[in-house]
């Protein structure tokens, strides 16, 4: 009787872990890693805390979010490339690397192409923001939401920046973008391409001279350190876009799929809103750190200076996109 009892009790025993094992395996989180290039004090990082509260909430915890931070997963380009192989489930990104996988993303990062943060926003969240999203598709890649980097601006440590000639001669960092490259070009300057996580390093050891950031990306990267002069250009608008990879959408239910669209357009929302507050206070903020700004800029100069950019980008691609941007933006 006593035997009887303990070999029941043993079976039972092995029958509650066995149950128990099961339950903790049917509910246990699908983890998923999102990678960006900036720090975990950046606006993106602050998209990327957006993304994971939205997501985990959305699918009850079935879901978990990773950040990896300050390009850990690589470069923009490099992390792109992985989510074309699976290797990174998502990405916030900005453009400028895009083109080389999506063409027709070149053309929002002609210079001065918008006047404002209200025309920009405008633009990439009407239908022609949604198609340009949907052609990611055509490039193995799943466009989710427009994102922000905001204005890009000029620092660097030589000179004072006021006219396209005081960048002659300056070796600036540009991203991988032949239009970006080519408008600097056009200044005099001395276009450097290279992966962004390499950037401080460069500008500390004088490889390079300056760089072109929006207020936000300086304000995070702590460039004040390696740059003495910022010159507020504005001379191109910087989206950024939350991207995810095919092969991991293309495993989800539409429940499922609906709840990572709206954790990316949650991170889009967040993460204007923190640019949108860092470009009231950040250039206070580089300006207590030590860097001289200069914000009475006429841009005309600037803008007569990069229309070969335009001309390069017509060529290569056509009228056909540039013109519905400015005829949207005209209606914003």
């Given amino acids: 009787m006593t035997k009887n009892f303990a070999r029941h009790s043993l079976v039972a025993a092995i029958a509650a872990i066995t149950t128990t094992g099961v339950a903790l395996q049917a509910h246990a989180a699908t983890e998923v890693n999102l990678g960006h290039t900036l720090s975990s004090s950046s606006h993106y990082s602050v998209g990327a805390d957006a993304f994971k509260e939205t997501l985990e909430e959305l699918s009850d915890g079935a879901y978990t979010v990773n950040e990896h931070p300050s390009g850990s997963l690589g470069g923009e380009r490099e992390m792109i490339e992985g989510l074309q192989i699976g290797t990174v489930d998502f990405v916030i990104t900005s453009t400028g690397p895009l083109g080389n996988f999506v063409p027709e993303t070149y053309v929002l990062d002609l210079p001065f192409l918008f006047e404002d943060y209200e025309e ?26 427009w994102s922000e980097n905001g204005f890009r601006h000029m620092t660097n440590s030589q000179r004072e920046i ?5 960048a002659e001669g300056l070796r600036v960092r540009t991203m991988e973008n032949s239009v970006h490259q080519e408008a600097f070009r056009q ?51 910087s989206p950024a876009v939350v991207l995810g990879s095919p092969i991991f959408m293309d495993g989800l ?5 609906g709840w990572f669209e709206q954790a990316a357009q949650a ?13 009231r206070e950040g250039v206070a903020l580089l300006e207590e750190k030590g860097m001289t700004v200069k914000t009475d800029i006429d841009v005309a100069p600037f803008q007569e200076a990069v229309k070969p950019a335009y001309e ?3 060529s290569e691609y056509g009228n056909e996109m540039l013109e519905r941007v400015q005829e949207k933006a005209s209606d914003c």
């Fill in 120 to 145: 920009a926003r405008c633009v990439l969240d009407s239908d022609l923001g949604d198609e340009l999203l949907a052609k990611m598709s055509d490039h193995n890649l799943v466009g989710l939401a």
């Fill in 162 to 166: 006021a006219t396209p000639e005081d």
């Fill in 187 to 237: 200044m005099g300057a001395r276009p450097t391409p290279m992966a962004f996580p390499e950037l401080f390093t460069a500008l500390q050891q004088g490889t390079v001279d300056g760089q072109e950031n929006p207020i936000t990306v300086i304000v995070a990267t702590n460039f004040w350190e390696v740059q003495d002069y910022l010159s507020l250009t504005g001379h191109v608008y």
């Fill in 253 to 257: 239910s539409e429940e499922e799929r």
């Fill in 267 to 279: 991170s889009a929302e967040a993460t204007r809103e923190e640019v949108s507050r860092l470009e």
């Fill in 312 to 314: 390069i980008f017509t």
